[in-house]
């Protein structure tokens, strides 16, 4: 499996907004396809660690993460 590039992820979660990237998005964004594996993207994945640097969460939706902002 390719290493996603997320730079532009970054700059999607630097606005602190919710937003969401279907596959299509995501491949163009990092030039690499969502994992396979529901669980390993929402938790383990390269984005998900990302995305918790940010305070945020994913829901794995077929063809589709979606990125909540956490409240705190």
Not at 4 to 14: A, F, H, R
Request: glycine share 4%; hydrophobic share 30%.
């Amino acid at each position: 499996m390719k290493k996603p590039n997320l730079i532009e992820v970054d700059k999607l979660l630097e606005r602190g907004k919710n937003f969401e990237l279907t596959r299509e998005n995501y491949l163009k964004m990092t030039g690499a396809d969502i994992p396979q594996d529901k669980n390993y993207t929402k938790k383990r994945s390269a984005v998900a660690k990302h995305a918790r640097n940010y305070g945020f969460t994913i829901e794995v939706i077929p063809e589709k993460l979606v990125f909540h902002k956490s409240e705190k």
